[in-house]
């Protein structure tokens, strides 16, 4: 019995040290289309399957307005996370804590007004996580 609370035991340690069961966050975004809950933003709202400056669009339909939305190129590569912040949500009462980058690292990051669109009509502001070099920005130009 001892012999097998011994094989129990180190079983157990075996799994809980083998990363390979841990499922990283990043890969589950990492190539288009990324897992559920994500879905396509086109089908969700009136929007062009591939904004050219964006890419190919998915959200959570839970997270709306704001997202995150992760972007993808022509080739199906995560280039980008973006937040759509209402200007009504932006003001010195308001905080954001703890946003999440599903994509992963963060090479740079863009804020630029939107005047608003289909999903989020309202003004707002475009914060934008890239995923890739500035180079990069080029495979989503058009």
């Given at each position: 019995m001892t012999r097998f609370f011994a094989f129990a035991a180190l079983a157990l340690a075996s799994l809980a040290a083998t990363p390979v069961l841990a499922?990283?966050?990043a890969d589950a975004v990492a190539t288009n289309p990324p897992d559920a809950?994500?879905?396509k933003v086109n089908t969700?709202?009136?929007l062009p399957e591939f904004l050219p400056g964006i890419g190919e669009?998915?959200?959570d339909p839970?997270?709306?307005p704001a997202g995150p939305f992760v972007a993808y190129n022509h080739d199906g590569k995560l280039v980008s996370t973006i937040y759509m912040i209402p200007l009504s949500r932006m003001n010195a009462d308001t905080s954001f804590d703890d946003l999440a980058a599903p994509g992963g690292n963060v090479?740079?990051?863009d804020i630029y007004f939107n005047a608003g669109h289909p999903g989020v009509e309202e003004p707002h502001e475009h914060i934008v996580l890239w995923h890739?070099?500035?180079a990069?920005?080029?495979s989503v130009a058009e």
């Open positions: 499922h990283d966050p809950p994500y879905q969700l709202v009136p669009l998915f959200v839970a997270t709306l090479d740079h990051v890739v070099p500035v990069g920005e080029a």
